[in-house]
């Protein structure tokens, strides 16, 4: 069964950086995209940050110049920067490989199951 494991919420005071990290249970293969997306209560889930299939990056405007994505394919692993985190990057952070692996023949999405951040003012 794939999973993607995350780790690194917490609480931190605005001005402040978290470190997050996504572990992919399997080895995910000919993937399309790879990165965090965030959901705040009461809004729909949106793009943080992500590695096109190609290898470039991609920012939401409100993290640009205070977040970085990086990430480390031997370990089927994805990573997310927060420095001078603000109030309104309060929300569930969230995973998400679009890729194949041994245990579906097609190319699908996962999810991790996110990881509350908040940040105080």
């Known amino acids: 069964q794939v999973q993607l494991v995350e780790s690194g919420g917490g609480l931190v005071q605005a001005g402040g950086s978290l470190s997050l990290s996504c572990v992919a249970s399997v080895t995910i293969f000919n993937i399309n995209r790879m990165g965090w997306y965030r959901q705040a209560p009461g809004k729909q889930r949106e793009l943080v940050a992500l590695f096109t299939s190609s290898g470039s990056t991609n920012y939401a405007d409100s993290v640009k110049g205070r977040f970085t994505i990086s990430r480390d394919n031997a370990k089927n692993s994805v990573y997310l920067q927060m420095d001078s985190l603000k109030p309104e990057d309060t929300a569930v952070y969230y995973c998400?490989?679009?890729?194949?692996?041994?245990?579906?023949?097609?190319?699908?999405?996962?999810w991790g199951q996110g990881t509350q951040v908040t940040v105080s003012s």
């Open positions: 998400n490989f679009n890729g194949q692996t041994m245990y579906y023949s097609g190319i699908r999405d996962y």
